[in-house]
Every structure is written in C-alpha cells, then in structure tokens.
C-alpha cells in the first residue's frame, strides 16, 4: 500500500511562500504515476492544485499557475509544493496524493487521473 | 471550467436502506479516449478523502460492493444498496477528463 506524508509549517504570514513536502512509501516515486496537491479550505470542499509526473510533466490549476510549483526529488523519494505570495484564501487542508495516467493524443502526453492514495493532510493558516 | 453539482447536498438515511447521490456536470466528460473520467471519493469526518470509484462506475481496491456507479455523459449516481454507520461523511463527485480538474461541493450522508 502506497503511504504519504506531508510536512511543512503550519503557519505562514501573508505574501510569503508556503512550502510543503510530501514524503512517499514505500512506492518508488519514479514510476508511471502523478503526483499531487489538492487542498480544502476549512468547512469547504475540494481544489485540485496540480501535478507532476514522474518525468517532470507538470499540470496546475490556471486559478494558481503562476504561483504554483511543484517538483520532485527521487533522491528523497518525495515531492514539492511551492505557492508564492499567500493570502488568507489560501488557508486550508493540503493534501498529496498519488494519481493514476492515462495517454491523450491532443496533449500528446500522459495526463493525471483520479488521486487513488491520499496522505493524511496539513492545516496551513495563513496569518500574519 | 466544468462545474459539477451534486444533489442533495444533505441526506438522512435510516441504518440498512439505500442511499443515491447525483452529480451532474456542465459539460460532458467523455474525453477523446472514449472513456468517461467520472471518479466518486468519500470523505469520513476527520479523514482525508478516499477513493471509492472511477470511470463512473468501477470500485477501487477494497471498496464494499455495497457501492455503485452509474451513468453517462454528464449525469452520474453513487449508490449505496444498504448504509452502514461507517458510510457517514461527505461524499465528491470529480471529473478528471478536462482541466482544471473539479470536484462536486459534497454530497453529506448521515443517519437519521
């Protein structure tokens, strides 16, 4: 079974850069599957943040494109999520999670599917 | 962006009775592959969420075959032929055949 951890602080103050780290056992992350953010506001439901396939494919939410960054280290066996310049909107439950790939011949690249393992989540607050 | 709404957004149900939830989205999710990208997941209160079905309609690893999926194009059901006390939480639609991907607002399932 596929296990997931994040990890990062708690707490970040208003136009920093939350950094979150999702720590992956014991799968070996160099394979073919995505890999995964998606948070949850307090009380509310779902937003799919972004991607990363294994070879570096990356997919993100237009919503956060450009304040979003995700990356992986094999070395380490996890992945990263970097969002710059925080509001209190971005409050919320992170989660990583694995996701599946399947082809598609417009993009003419694997594409992610749904997230099948998910970690436990973070509470990031944004405050200052 | 495909919206996806669920209906209801609450639902009693008595211990051992069926339960349905609808999720309708605003565009058809039939991707060019021919396959459908209709997952359901369920969240428990306190846990994070966990995946019940994709592709309308197939169970994942472990999942009670007390759940279904059905449906087509853009109107799908989850169905629970007899609720046990550990199906309360929230239940999500989520289309993953067009980006940005999206959830459903959760469908919360309790006991009367």
């Known amino acids: 079974q596929v296990q997931l951890q994040e990890s990062g602080p708690g707490l970040v103050k208003p136009s920093e850069t939350l950094s979150l780290t999702c720590a992956v056992s014991?799968?070996?992350?160099?394979?073919?599957?995505?890999w995964g953010w998606i948070r949850q506001p307090p009380g509310k439901g779902l937003e799919w943040i972004g991607s990363?396939?294994?070879?570096?494919?990356?997919y993100s939410n237009p919503s956060l494109k450009s304040r979003v960054t995700i990356s992986l280290d094999t070395s380490k066996n996890q992945f990263s999520l970097k969002l710059t310049s925080v509001t209190a909107a971005d409050t919320a439950v992170y989660y990583c999670?694995?996701?599946?790939?399947?082809?598609?011949?417009?993009?003419?690249?694997?594409?992610?599917?749904?997230?099948?393992?998910w970690g436990q989540g973070t509470l990031v607050t944004v405050s200052s | 962006d495909i919206v996806m709404t669920q209906t209801p957004l609450s639902s009693p149900v008595t211990l051992g009775q069926p339960a349905s939830i609808s999720c309708r989205s605003s565009?058809?999710?039939?991707?060019?592959?021919?396959?459908?990208?209709l997952s359901w997941l369920q969240q428990r209160p306190g846990q994070p969420p966990r995946l019940l079905i994709y592709?309308?309609?197939n169970r994942f690893s472990g999942v009670p075959d007390r759940f279904s999926g059905s449906g087509a194009g853009t109107d799908f059901t989850l169905k629970i032929s007899r609720v046990e006390a550990e199906d309360v939480g929230v239940y999500y639609c989520?289309?993953?055949?067009?980006?940005?991907?999206?959830f459903g607002q959760g469908t919360k399932l309790e006991i009367k």
């Open positions: 014991p799968y070996s992350i160099n394979s073919s599957y995505f």
């Open positions: 999670a694995r996701m599946g790939a399947y082809y598609d011949n417009n993009w003419g690249s694997p594409l992610p599917r749904e997230p099948d393992y």
């Open positions: 990363i396939y294994y070879n570096g494919y990356t």
């Open positions: 565009q058809s999710l039939v991707h060019s592959d021919g396959n459908t990208y």
């Open positions: 989520m289309q993953v055949t067009q980006f940005p991907y999206t």
């Open positions: 592709k309308i309609s």
